[in-house]
């Protein structure tokens, strides 16, 4: 296909998916999962594997996730997946034994982390179903992208979801340190709010100020990184994302607790090192894989001892909290998930998933690499999307 122009964009915010683009670019969803199937069955994952890959990705992009689309998941698995052995393709996990009946651990064997968090998740929701909380904690896993999918797919289903997870590679700096020796470890929430508020609260975050999809969606879309967010390798504050060398915590020592915590949790999990994860280590029974947690909750679980002010259901007082958050004086704010929301019915007015030129670039040269036709559906202007409420 023919050069699209470079585009330029607004620096995004984890909890803000979406960013201004002199162009977007709608990809049929189905045109989309061929090339990212495709891409991920030339690597070794089997039918199965690829489509929970290519559905992973499609809902970051469906979802206004610039970091975390399919770009982000081959680049991953290029450098520390199926290539490097952090992946074993056509693997499965193994459910552990536990004295707990509404918590279980799993063996992910470095199977895909798309198929194990899917099914971790969705075991999670049945715990919850019968217990009214269910807990799934994942060792030996490999990366699982975009951890807004899986407890937005628990939010569909009825029910809370949480989810964190140790980051693939050593990148952040811990608060008072100078050395690189954590992950971008996120923490991602979805409550069951879509018919209170007509969609799903989402909380989505890295503990680092930015993600390391971030940095990379700086790279190629020419803008700078914040201040106070990135490291160059002689451990100075930069704000050019082509010298990134680490990353600093969200919050200061707020931000970085959350991150420890990650890792310390993992570590009750059986996680291994932060500083050799997905790479090599000198003790061959050192492990170098990612841990996952996962939770839901079941809202008839949590419910209330009584409701105020004549609010007869839990949904009437999930709309009486948003209407006071985000009542007088605060016209401007808005809760999480609202990005996502936008995102998609953008989305669902353009017909397709929206990339910037240079993601369309990328995402053609993918497509040429594993000899699927690709082509875009429609171009947009900034300016025709932003009316869509």
């Given at each position: 296909?023919?050069?699209?122009?470079?585009?330029?964009?607004?620096?995004?915010?984890?909890?803000?998916?979406?960013v201004?683009?002199?162009?977007?670019?709608?990809?049929d969803?189905?045109?989309?999962?061929?090339?990212?199937s495709?891409?991920?069955?030339?690597r070794g994952?089997?039918a199965?594997?690829?489509?929970?890959?290519?559905?992973?990705c499609?809902?970051a992009?469906?979802?206004?996730?610039?970091?975390?689309?399919?770009i982000k998941?081959l680049?991953?698995?290029?450098?520390?997946?199926?290539?490097a052995?952090?992946?074993?393709?056509?693997t499965?996990?193994?459910?552990?034994?536990?004295?707990?009946?509404?918590?279980?651990?799993?063996?992910?064997?470095?199977c895909?982390?798309?198929l194990?968090?899917?099914?971790?998740?969705?075991?999670?929701?049945?715990?919850?179903e019968?217990?009214?909380?269910?807990?799934?904690?994942?060792?030996?896993?490999f990366?699982?992208?975009?951890?807004?999918?899986?407890?937005m797919?628990?939010?569909?289903?009825?029910?809370?979801?949480?989810?964190?997870c140790?980051g693939?590679?050593?990148?952040?700096v811990?608060?008072?340190g100078?050395?690189?020796?954590?992950?971008?470890?996120?923490?991602?929430y979805a409550?069951?709010?879509?018919?209170a508020?007509?969609?799903?609260?989402v909380?989505?975050?890295?503990?680092?100020?930015?993600?390391?999809?971030a940095?990379?969606a700086?790279?190629?879309?020419?803008?700078?990184?914040?201040?106070?967010?990135?490291?160059?390798?002689?451990?100075?504050?930069t704000?050019?994302?082509?010298?990134?060398?680490?990353?600093?915590?969200?919050g200061?020592?707020?931000?970085?607790?959350?991150?420890?915590?990650?890792?310390?949790?993992a570590a009750?999990?059986?996680g291994?090192?932060p500083?050799?994860r997905s790479?090599?280590?000198?003790?061959?029974?050192?492990?170098?894989?990612?841990?996952f947690?996962?939770?839901a909750?079941?809202?008839?679980?949590?419910?209330?001892?009584?409701?105020a002010a004549?609010?007869?259901?839990?949904?009437?007082?999930?709309?009486?909290?948003?209407a006071?958050?985000?009542?007088d004086?605060?016209?401007g704010?808005?809760?999480?998930?609202d990005g996502?929301?936008?995102?998609?019915?953008?989305?669902?007015?353009?017909?397709g998933?929206?990339?910037?030129?240079?993601?369309?670039?990328a995402?053609?040269?993918?497509a040429?690499?594993v000899?699927?036709?690709?082509?875009?559906?429609?171009r947009?202007?900034?300016?025709?999307l932003?009316?869509?409420p």
């Amino acid at each position: 296909m023919a050069a699209l122009k470079e585009s330029s964009s607004e620096e995004e915010e984890e909890e803000a998916p979406h960013v201004e683009s002199p162009s977007w670019y709608a990809v049929d969803p189905t045109v989309h999962d061929a090339v990212v199937s495709a891409a991920f069955r030339k690597r070794g994952f089997d039918a199965e594997e690829a489509a929970a890959a290519a559905s992973c990705c499609r809902s970051a992009a469906y979802n206004g996730s610039r970091t975390h689309h399919a770009i982000k998941g081959l680049d991953v698995d290029a450098a520390l997946g199926s290539a490097a052995g952090g992946y074993v393709p056509a693997t499965r996990w193994r459910v552990l034994e536990s004295r707990f009946k509404g918590v279980e651990r799993w063996d992910a064997r470095k199977c895909s982390g798309f198929l194990v968090a899917d099914a971790a998740m969705a075991r999670a929701c049945e715990l919850a179903e019968e217990y009214g909380t269910g807990c799934v904690a994942v060792d030996n896993a490999f990366h699982y992208l975009f951890g807004a999918k899986y407890v937005m797919d628990a939010a569909r289903e009825g029910y809370v979801g949480f989810t964190t997870c140790t980051g693939a590679i050593p990148e952040v700096v811990p608060y008072g340190g100078t050395r690189k020796a954590m992950g971008t470890n996120p923490w991602t929430y979805a409550l069951p709010t879509r018919k209170a508020l007509g969609y799903d609260v989402v909380v989505d975050w890295a503990t680092s100020v930015v993600s390391n999809g971030a940095v990379k969606a700086m790279v190629r879309e020419g803008r700078r990184a914040p201040e106070g967010a990135i490291y160059d390798a002689a451990g100075n504050p930069t704000t050019d994302p082509t010298k990134f060398a680490g990353h600093a915590c969200f919050g200061g020592h707020k931000g970085y607790s959350l991150c420890v915590l990650t890792e310390l949790l993992a570590a009750f999990n059986g996680g291994s090192l932060p500083s050799i994860r997905s790479g090599a280590s000198d003790d061959p029974s050192e492990k170098t894989t990612c841990n996952f947690l996962f939770q839901a909750w079941h809202p008839d679980a949590l419910a209330p001892a009584s409701l105020a002010a004549g609010r007869a259901t839990v949904d009437d007082n999930v709309r009486a909290v948003a209407a006071d958050v985000l009542g007088d004086g605060n016209g401007g704010a808005r809760l999480p998930g609202d990005g996502k929301r936008r995102a998609r019915a953008r989305c669902d007015a353009a017909g397709g998933l929206l990339f910037t030129a240079s993601e369309v670039e990328a995402l053609d040269a993918i497509a040429a690499g594993v000899g699927v036709p690709f082509e875009v559906a429609a171009r947009f202007t900034e300016a025709e999307l932003a009316e869509v409420p």
